[in-house]
């Protein structure tokens, strides 16, 4: 008996408008910018058509690669609300795979925007056993002096002791797939940051996600016992926004592109694996083919990057030894670098920087559940 699980940031599923860009011209989109526009009015009525314009290329391409996964259970971030997943299964993924995803879950975290993590599910695995639900529960008001994980480096960062953890949440569902217990953590940790005095912006923001994994961790061992906890069935999905490694790009497209392996000495990430505490599956690929993600600001930084997990626990991992993950490019925009021997075909109607499916990558693999 097996099912399928992935995880994709499907990158802002919204339902609303956004009009922040007309007084902050850091969140104003780089077509309006072009234009002289004359007062708020116009440009809500601007933003409005560029929004809806974009979107339905966009939300094809997103569907695309959601169905590429052929996954039974979807963990996903960047959802506005249970409204706009529906709407997008309706009238996206329903054309595509017909009735598939009946299952949705969310709740409201943290974030500023309002994005969520979420999870969407069929009723049944692709072999026929039966997917139940269970339970959910938010963790998004755990505090960091709730958990005694308040620190000078937070301090620093102008965080106070009560503030919550996650940026978002950590959604734990527990599911029964074919009778056997399955639990999930849909998380979505801190973005990196601008840069703060001699820190970048991935090291200016690490005290946060660093809390986030404790928690994380924290939350696993306390539910099913720290001597306990590598025999269960359960998965940690999501967006981690770091990385224990990089593939860094030189070169350019005339001359030709070099790539080169950089390791971090410190990530987040090490939580939740040290020990042996759960195993990152996307590590079996090589690691010129770890990515999830392609990162540039120019020609003088670009680099790919795994931001986006499947950790699952030893027993599970144990189990799957052999199983490989599998990460979905091709609705990566053009102007995506892969390396050599990399290369896929783009969806249909795939653009040199939008529209595109996401920024992400998703990444699916299959488990026996034994």
Known sequence: MSVRIATFNVENLMNRFDFSGYRNELRQDRALALFDIADEDEYR????????????????LTALATASTRADILCLQEVDNL?????????YLF??????????YSTAGNDGRGIDVAVMMRLETADGQPIEFERMTSHAHLTFEALD????????????????????????????????????????FKAMSPPRGDLDGRQASMPVRIAEAVAVRRIIEERFGADKAGEKRWA???????????????????????FEVAHEAQSSLNI?????????????????????LYHSRG???????????????????GRNARAMPDIVRAGQPYRTVFPPGQEVERFPRTGWDRPKASDHCPVAITLDIV
């Open 45 to 60: 009525e601007l933003e409005r058509a560029r929004t809806i314009a974009h979107t339905d290329d966009a939300r094809q």
């Open 83 to 91: 409204a706009a997943l529906k709407a997008f299964e309706y009238g």
């Open 95 to 104: 054309k595509m795979i017909g009735s598939g995803y009946r299952e949705k």
């Open 149 to 188: 994980l308040y620190n000078e480096r937070l301090a620093a960062m102008g965080i106070e002791a009560n503030e919550r953890i996650f940026r978002r949440d950590c959604l734990e569902i527990d599911l029964r797939i074919g009778g056997r217990p399955f639990t999930l953590y849909g998380v979505h």
């Open 236 to 258: 940690v999905c999501g967006d981690l926004n770091d990385y224990r490694e990089r593939v860094v790009i030189g070169g350019d497209a005339h001359s030709g592109f070099t």
């Open 272 to 292: 939740l694996t040290e020990g042996g505490f759960c195993e990152n599956v996307v590590e079996r690929r090589p690691e010129m083919d770890r990515w999830t």
């Open 299 to 317: 020609p003088e930084e670009r680099h790919l990057c795994q931001l986006d997990y499947l950790l699952l626990s030893p027993s599970l991992a």
